[in-house]
């Protein structure tokens, strides 16, 4: 079952999709990279039935491209206004 500080996890996924991007892949791929991590990690980690290791994979895969986007975003309009 899905346990609250499994949350933990997303914060991995998007350190391991800045990796995956550092090592060549275009940026505008990093959703897809996110979501595939997130279900990769559903799937292995998770002891629960297989739906629910997919949809728990997925929220953890779009939750991290989310928190990606939100705090680029942030950090952009940050950098905008410095100027």
Same mark, same amino acid.
């Given at each position: &079952?899905?346990? @609250? #500080?499994?949350?933990?996890?997303? /914060?991995? @996924? @998007?350190?391991?999709?800045?990796?995956?991007?550092? &090592? !060549?892949? /275009?940026?505008? #791929?990093? /959703?897809?990279?996110?979501?595939?991590?997130?279900?990769?990690? !559903?799937?292995?980690?998770?002891?629960? /039935? @297989?739906?629910?290791?997919?949809?728990? !994979?997925? &929220?953890?895969?779009?939750?991290?491209?989310?928190? #990606?986007?939100?705090?680029?975003?942030?950090?952009?309009?940050?950098?905008?206004?410095?100027?």
């Amino acid at each position: &079952m899905f346990e @609250i #500080y499994d949350v933990a996890i997303i /914060p991995l @996924i @998007i350190g391991a999709v800045e990796l995956i991007k550092r &090592m !060549g892949l /275009p940026a505008k #791929y990093s /959703p897809f990279a996110a979501l595939a991590l997130g279900l990769t990690v !559903g799937l292995v980690y998770l002891d629960a /039935p @297989i739906k629910e290791r997919i949809l728990v !994979g997925i &929220m953890f895969g779009l939750s991290a491209s989310g928190l #990606y986007s939100g705090t680029k975003n942030i950090v952009e309009k940050g950098d905008a206004n410095d100027s």
